[in-house]
């Protein structure tokens, strides 16, 4: 049986007292959307996720991290996938914190390392429309990298369907901003550098009536965070790995 252990891996950890523009420079540069936050005896507090960021204005760089705790999935060593996946789908993160009994951080696991572990044993019901999300978060084609870094602050998601003339044309992630190198130089000179130029073009996409295990399939045999619902050419809806968890009895 696979467990907490078998997943762990290195996290980023804060210090109560940091500043807030330290957990902001981690989650735009890295591939966590979870900070974890620990006090000045470097037990467990919670944590802040990249929407804190937008809270930090060149007014207010000084901070920190402790106002915008919130409480965090926690699991522990021995605990098994399925505890995982039930903590993860509570809080709605990308990750759990695993802790000791004190409370010290050992280590995080992330959802998109046990989700192909779930999805393989576990039964899912139901189509995709009865767990997608109906409102979309869309960028268009010609908008600045800018604006798409801003959405991933605004909304938290990770990935989001890039349209063009109303159609879809492709998608674009925050994994593709931080592999391209674009977003440290868009932000620090003003590029304007357009979606259109970084976007993936070849986009996987499911019907609303097909089975939310078929959705599930596709989101682990590509390794993508979310896949846009098209009804004819009609973008109706998106699903997650959030909404595939949804499923699970």
Same mark, same amino acid.
């Given at each position: 049986? @696979? ?5 762990? $891996? ?11 523009? @330290? ?11 979870e900070?974890y ?27 920190t ?22 903590q993860?789908? @509570?809080?709605?993160? #990308? ?17 998109? *390392? ?8 576990? @039964? ?28 991933v602050?605004e ?15 492709g ?30 073009? *070849? $986009?996987?996409?499911?019907?609303? #009536?097909?089975?939310i295990?078929?959705?599930? *399939? ?15 050419e ?8 959030? #909404? ?6």
């Amino acid at each position: 049986m @696979k467990l907490a252990q078998d997943f762990l $891996v290195e996290i980023p950890v804060l210090r109560f007292n940091d500043r807030l523009t @330290k957990a902001r420079q981690i989650l735009r540069d890295d591939r966590f959307r979870e900070v974890y936050v620990v006090n000045d005896r470097k037990k467990l507090l919670g944590f802040v996720d990249i929407t804190d960021g937008l809270r930090v204005t060149a007014t207010k760089s000084n901070v920190t991290v402790e106002g915008f705790v919130k409480d965090a999935a926690e699991v522990y060593r021995e605990d098994t996938v399925e505890q995982l996946a039930r903590q993860i789908r @509570k809080f709605r993160t #990308d990750s759990a914190v695993v802790i000791d009994k004190e409370r010290f951080v050992i280590g995080g696991v992330l959802l998109s *390392d046990i989700f192909p572990v779930i999805v393989s044993r576990n @039964k899912l019901h139901g189509t995709v429309k009865d767990f997608m999300s109906r409102t979309v978060v869309a960028a268009q084609a010609t908008d600045t990298i800018q604006h798409v870094y801003t959405l991933v602050l605004e909304s938290g998601y990770s990935a989001f369907p890039v349209l063009k003339k109303k159609k879809l044309a492709g998608m674009i992630s925050r994994r593709d901003l931080i592999a391209g190198g674009r977003v440290r130089t868009t932000l620090t000179n003003a590029a304007r550098a357009t979606v259109e130029s970084l976007m993936v073009r *070849d $986009v996987f996409t499911i019907g609303p #009536d097909e089975a939310i295990s078929t959705a599930a *399939d596709l989101l682990v045999r590509h390794d993508v965070s979310r896949l846009p619902v098209l009804e004819g050419e009609s973008l109706v809806g998106i699903v997650s790995r959030h #909404d595939v968890l949804s499923g699970l009895r």
